[in-house]
């Protein structure tokens, strides 16, 4: 792990207006059609998805421009993936939330502060990128400094490493939390279940938001056909555990039921379930074409329209923040290029430190 090309410490990008509407919204009830949502939060949250946005989408020129070998990633899920970004209490140790999060979780990232660049570093594979050292796929991130664990390209394999730091949060008895996130075909793997018997045991409860994004979709195989069971969430239930459905779509919906799982969770220390409904706007990753879907809804479209019926934005906002941040992403990628890739000779760095099976030479 080597250090972010942006002050992490200092990357505290939540203005204090913001975090004070983000304290009071969690008592406020449903005044109006934003649920009671602060005005200055609203145009955080909308000005981090287009953000998001804008970043995933240039990933995606990078990689059919030839510059990276792969692209996976998140558009279509910022509705759901900024508010926890937004929720989360970013820092490090088991005083602060743990996020073992999966490939699609740039808007989480974004929000919490991520600077584009390093997003951009690790989509080109070059040595500069803090994530991995240019080692892994895009969206594959690793923030030790904010507890975000590694994404993992085998899937699934989060929601157990998840029971690991739940269990040290509920030792150390902080108001942390855990917060784990996947995808829907995902959960036909032995380790989501392993999570939920896991973390619901009696007496042994753990602080943990286990959420799924259902985008309807594993790769090419539909979601109807693949599930006997009426919704996902319902597993949770048969554990005890809190569960919901939403509409990861509406950005409101997706802030207030996140915020109600996480306060459950900090005053109870028991596990709650989120299932949210998303949209998967450029296909499965660039192994289908990333190429733009357009009978899916877009949570950006969809908010855009609420924020300027309601005089929050003008009508030219999210065009005129798009092009801003399209053009910061295309100046990141251009000074990216002429960056070098990863030495041969740090291929064992970050691996198990003086263990033999970090070499295989040493075998
Ligand atoms: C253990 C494992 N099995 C299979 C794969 C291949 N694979 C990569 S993504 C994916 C589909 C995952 O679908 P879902 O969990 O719904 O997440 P989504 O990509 O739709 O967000 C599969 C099968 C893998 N990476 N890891
Ligand atoms: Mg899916």
Redesign the pocket.
């Known amino acids: 792990m080597q250090k972010s090309s942006a002050n992490i410490s200092s990357n505290k990008k939540t203005s204090s207006k913001v975090k004070d509407s983000i304290k009071s919204t969690a008592q406020s009830s449903h005044k109006n059609s934003f649920g009671g949502l602060d005005k200055s939060l609203l145009i955080h949250m909308f000005d981090c998805m287009i953000k998001s946005r804008a970043l995933e989408e240039r990933l995606i020129k990078i990689y059919k421009a030839g510059d990276a070998f792969f692209w996976i990633g998140a558009p279509g899920e910022e509705a759901w993936g900024v508010p926890l970004g937004v929720l989360a209490n970013k820092g490090k140790g088991p005083k602060h939330d743990w996020l073992h999060l ?1 490939y ?1 979780c740039t808007p989480t990232l974004v929000a919490m502060g991520m600077p584009m660049i390093d997003s951009i570093r690790l989509m080109m594979n070059k040595a500069t990128d803090p994530n991995t050292g240019g080692r892994n796929f895009s969206n594959h991130y690793c923030f030790p400094e904010w507890n975000i664990s590694p994404v993992s ?4 394999v989060q929601y157990i490493q998840a029971l690991g730091t739940a269990h040290v949060q509920k030792r150390t008895g902080a108001k942390a939390l855990t917060i784990v996130t ?6 036909a ?1 032995g380790d989501f279940a392993s999570c939920l018997i896991w973390s619901s045991r009696k007496g042994n409860e753990l602080p943990i938001l286990i959420t799924v ?1 259902n ?1 309807k ?3 090419s195989t539909s979601y109807e056909g693949q599930h006997g069971e009426t919704s996902i969430a319902d597993r949770a239930k048969a554990f005890n555990i809190k569960s919901e459905v939403i509409n990861g779509n509406d950005t409101i919906e997706s802030y207030i039921k996140i915020k109600e799982s996480m306060d459950y969770i900090r005053k109870t220390g028991k596990p709650a379930f989120l299932e949210a409904h998303v949209s ?1 706007l450029y296909g ?1 990753s660039s192994a289908s074409g990333a190429n733009f879907i357009t009978n899916e809804e877009d949570c950006i479209s969809t908010f855009e329209r609420q924020l300027v019926d309601a005089n929050y934005v003008k009508s030219d906002y999210r065009k005129n923040l798009f092009q801003k941040y399209e053009e910061e992403a295309q100046a990141i990628a251009n000074q990216v290029r002429s960056e070098l890739g990863p030495n041969p000779s740090t291929i064992w760095d970050h691996t198990y430190a003086n263990n033999e099976n970090a070499d295989w030479r040493n075998f």
């Open positions: 999966h699609r390209s085998p899937i699934e996947g995808g829907d075909a995902g959960t793997e994004q985008n979709w594993g790769i998967r499965h």
